[in-house]
């Protein structure tokens, strides 16, 4: 009998899942809330409802007998997976009660914590204790023990939403105020900021075991005071792969021997410092957006297959994950992203430009002349290009051509694009 497989998500990073799973010969059904996807025109049928109208999509399931679901690159996506999953009695790797250690930044820390693994110290703090000037100083005995500058988080947001960095705890008051601004709940998470080096780890987990998949740095450059760095490159592999792949792979290890993660993705975020170690940013359910497409440029890894053959093919993924080395690549992998101002689109025919280098595998820019730059709308970058080099210094060259060349103005002239910077890793490598 042919397979029936629900892929939730029809955004530009489905259609590769969605095209492969349909040359599989598996009939394929896309579902979210996107009139326009483009992995709808792949896919043998597509519905409109929302992911988080988890019993809709449910009884969609039942009623197309449905055997098998994906999901990918989202939180959110994931936990819809995960609670639709489990309402239409599909198998998921994840259950619904294991959701707020991939969800809950709070759980994540105590958790993290309960292992004695390294964390930045944190306080979950009502909003009311910022708002209201005679709760001062309770707040402060709440606030004993952290170190500024600290940062404020949406317990229940992700994709850097909500997050401001504060020196002192008047700077914090502002901050918190505006992170709840983004929140739902009535707390929201202050910790400690790490200024450290950045890295993005994706692993599979297949019997409990967790396989590394990729590390990669995780560079960001300062915009403004307050404001968190923004990501503008994560490099394939890491220039710090051997001080870090050891320890981050025993936590993420510990971390799924205690959620009870038997299979499925398994991504973290982490800092690390020379001296001080490694400490954990946010554990993720699901791959890195944007980004996955990284491992098959560098390593001939396909996350799609991957994908598909953790529900179909037992006997692929684990010849897949054997077979995997990532000591090994075959070439300097990056993708290059800009963000920019809320301003209107004008010129971006250097943008254009820069997109038709050799060195581009693929260029994606996200908005058309005449449209303004919205903040957290569907388009999260200005533009984003993957781009593959034979070795390091050869990126590193090739980056700061892009850095230099890059504009995108409006129709004023003014600049739209944040100018980019490669971090200095001279202090890490000594």
């Known amino acids: 009998m042919k397979h029936r497989l629900l892929i939730l998500g029809t955004l530009g990073e489905f259609v590769q899942l969605v095209q492969k799973a349909c040359e599989k010969g598996y009939y394929t059904i896309v579902c979210d809330g996107y009139p326009d996807g483009p992995a709808r025109a792949f896919a043998d049928e597509a519905f409109q409802i929302p992911v988080t109208d988890t019993e809709q999509i449910a009884c969609l399931c039942r009623e197309k007998e449905i055997d098998g679901i994906l999901t990918?690159?989202?939180d959110l996506l994931l936990e819809c997976m995960v609670k639709i999953a489990d309402r239409a009695?599909?198998?998921?790797?994840?259950?619904?009660?294991q959701l707020p250690w991939y969800r809950d930044k709070s759980a994540?820390?105590?958790?993290?914590?309960?292992?004695g693994l390294p964390t930045p110290g944190f306080r979950k703090i009502p909003i009311a204790y910022f708002k209201d000037r005679s709760k001062r100083t309770q707040l402060k005995e709440l606030l004993e023990g952290l170190r500024y500058p600290v940062v404020s988080k949406p317990l229940d947001k992700y994709g850097s939403r909500g997050i401001y960095i504060s020196e002192?705890?008047?700077?914090?008051?502002?901050g918190a105020e505006k992170t709840a601004g983004f929140s739902d709940m009535p707390e929201i998470l202050v910790e400690e900021y790490n200024d450290g080096y950045e890295f993005n780890m994706m692993t599979w987990v297949r019997h409990g075991k967790v396989h590394v998949i990729s590390i990669a740095d995780r560079e960001k450059t300062f915009v403004a005071k307050g404001e968190i760095p923004i990501s503008t490159r994560n490099v394939y592999p890491s220039r710090l792969l051997s001080k870090v792949e050891?320890?981050?792979?025993?936590l993420l290890q510990a971390y799924a021997d205690r959620t009870g993660q038997k299979d499925g993705a398994l991504s973290m975020q982490f800092f690390w410092k020379p001296g001080e170690g490694i400490?954990?940013?946010?554990?993720?359910?699901?791959f890195f957006g944007y980004e996955h497409e990284l491992t098959d440029m560098v390593y001939g890894f396909n996350m799609e297959e991957l994908l598909l053959a953790s529900l179909y093919e037992p006997d692929k993924l684990k010849k897949m994950l054997a077979e995997h080395d990532v000591h090994k690549p075959?070439?300097?992998?990056a993708v290059i992203y800009f963000q920019g101002r809320l301003l209107t689109i004008g010129d971006q025919s250097a943008a254009v430009r820069l997109g038709e280098k050799e060195q581009v595998e693929k260029p994606w820019i996200f908005y058309q002349e005449g449209e303004k730059v919205i903040e957290h709308g569907p388009n999260?970058?200005?533009?984003?290009y993957y781009v593959k080099t034979e070795n390091r210094k050869e990126m590193d060259l090739l980056t700061e051509e892009f850095y230099e060349k890059m504009h995108i103005l409006d129709p004023n002239g003014q600049e739209v694009a944040y100018h980019n910077q490669i971090p200095d890793y001279t202090p890490a490598e000594k």
């Open 279 to 286: 400490q954990v940013c946010e554990i993720a359910a699901r």
């Open 89 to 97: 009695g599909i198998p998921c790797y994840l259950k619904p009660e």
């Open 168 to 174: 002192d705890l008047e700077e914090l008051i502002n």
């Open 72 to 74: 990918s690159f989202s």
């Open 380 to 384: 999260p970058y200005l533009a984003l």
């Open 108 to 115: 994540t820390r105590a958790l993290l914590i309960e292992l």
């Open 330 to 333: 075959q070439c300097c992998g």
């Open 246 to 250: 050891k320890p981050a792979t025993e």
